[in-house]
């Protein structure tokens, strides 16, 4: 699999394999909002990338996709010790954000 198609993989299975644990983090309902939303912009992110002709020595995507997989060790970090509940939406939000602007560059081909 190109790493432009396993980066926003990474980022959708992490939410889905931590998913229950997240929610139980959360303690409101704008919290569960944020991470239930993020969860479907990263599917979608993925189906874009699965979708794709992207070329990964494309220095937008290859930049991209660089920024994903270092945000996906952060992520994976947090997610692990499931601390601070806003500071891993934050990370979260952050890397779909960025899966967001690859799906944005596979729009515009």
Do not use: W
């Not at 997240?22 to 912009?41: F, G, I, W, Y």
């Not at 995507?61 to 060790?73: F, K």
């Amino acid at each position: 699999m190109k790493p432009s198609t396993q980066a926003p993989e990474n980022l959708y299975t992490t939410l889905l394999n931590n998913l229950f644990d997240l929610e139980a983090r959360c303690s409101n309902a704008d919290q569960l909002d944020t991470l239930h939303k993020a969860v479907a912009q990263s599917r979608d992110n993925y189906n874009a990338a699965l979708r794709s002709a992207l070329q990964d020595d494309d220095l937008e995507v290859a930049a991209l996709t660089s920024q994903m997989g270092t945000i996906q060790v952060t992520l994976d970090q947090q997610v692990k010790d499931l601390g601070d509940i806003a500071s891993i939406l934050n990370v979260i939000t952050k890397a779909v954000d960025i899966g967001s602007k690859l799906a944005a560059r596979i729009a515009a081909l």
